[in-house]
């Protein structure tokens, strides 16, 4: 295996992400399909649906069950986030304070003032046949799913708009004293819930440029985002499968 993707499997194993990505490797039989239907294109930014500006948050349990579960996505593996993998929205920072919503949500931390929140991840299944290096490289998607009172998640889009905005040169992820160096965020196209806004973020990975795809979709007084990665840096597309279904399940 080549230095490079060494290290890479090495970054994504702090991740959390190696167990699924080698999970995934025993195959389908199939391919994955899109089996979710696509959602209505969402309003524009200035006449998307408010939320219930009296609306309380779910709780936790009401968020487990809205959550995209494993029986909701063919050709993906997915599971809740392990002991140790999840992030406590005050271990997240960063060194510019403006971009710590994107910090946040790169980390599959809910940003602003959730009154519960939930976490999955689901990772594509290569299919049978797939050259086992090349399995490896499958894509694997952190969600991030929170729910607030009145215009909560309102404000917290807003804040990951502000910051896909104001963060365009980089800027430093910083998760109990480890810094992750980002250097490029673009903004990406989407189409899901009342609101939903996309970016492709690089790294630098030895020279060479790594890729996670960021998304973020509301509906309603529900916040969800979406990073996906690959430990070959080389992810080429939002996960619209899973945005369409974890949108459908918020209804």
């Keep these: 295996m080549p230095r490079t993707l060494l290290r890479r499997t090495a970054a994504a194993t702090a991740a959390g992400s190696l167990a699924l990505l080698l999970a995934?490797?025993?195959?389908?039989?199939?391919?994955?399909?899109?089996?979710?239907?696509?959602?209505?294109?969402?309003?524009?930014?200035?006449?998307?649906?408010?939320?219930?500006?009296?609306?309380?948050?779910?709780?936790?349990?009401?968020?487990?069950?809205?959550?995209?579960?494993?029986?909701?996505?063919?050709?993906?593996?997915?599971?809740?986030?392990?002991?140790?993998?999840?992030l406590a929205a005050d271990a997240v920072s960063s060194d510019k304070p403006e971009c710590e919503p994107l910090a946040e949500a790169l980390t599959a931390v809910?940003?602003?003032?959730?009154?519960?929140?939930?976490?999955?991840?689901?990772?594509?299944?290569?299919?049978?046949?797939?050259?086992?290096?090349?399995?490896l490289g499958a894509p694997v998607t952190s969600l991030a799913l929170g729910s607030y009172d009145a215009d909560g998640a309102e404000k917290a889009l807003a804040s990951l708009k502000a910051a896909?905005?104001?963060?365009?040169?980089?800027?430093?992820?910083?998760?109990?004293?480890?810094?992750?160096?980002?250097?490029?965020?673009?903004?990406?196209s989407v189409t899901a819930g009342d609101e939903a806004l996309a970016w492709t973020v690089t790294r630098d990975m030895e020279g060479e440029p790594f890729l996670t795809k960021l998304a973020v979709l509301r509906k309603g007084n529900n916040l969800a985002t979406f990073a996906t990665l690959s430990i070959t840096g080389e992810v080429k597309e939002?996960?619209?499968?899973?945005i369409d279904t974890q949108a459908k399940k918020l209804g």
Aim: charged share 25%; proline share 7%; hydrophobic share 35%.
């Design 24 to 86: 995934a490797c025993g195959g389908s039989d199939k391919p994955a399909k899109d089996d979710a239907k696509k959602t209505d294109a969402p309003a524009s930014a200035s006449a998307a649906p408010k939320a219930d500006p009296n609306a309380k948050a779910l709780s936790a349990a009401e968020l487990e069950k809205l959550i995209v579960e494993q029986t909701d996505l063919k050709g993906h593996k997915v599971q809740k986030f392990k002991a140790g993998e999840s």
């Design 110 to 135: 809910s940003t602003g003032t959730p009154g519960a929140t939930a976490q999955r991840k689901a990772v594509e299944i290569p299919t049978k046949g797939t050259d086992p290096m090349a399995a």
């Design 164 to 188: 896909g905005e104001s963060c365009t040169g980089g800027f430093t992820i910083i998760t109990g004293g480890v810094k992750s160096k980002i250097n490029k965020v673009a903004a990406d």
């Design 238 to 242: 939002q996960p619209q499968v899973i």
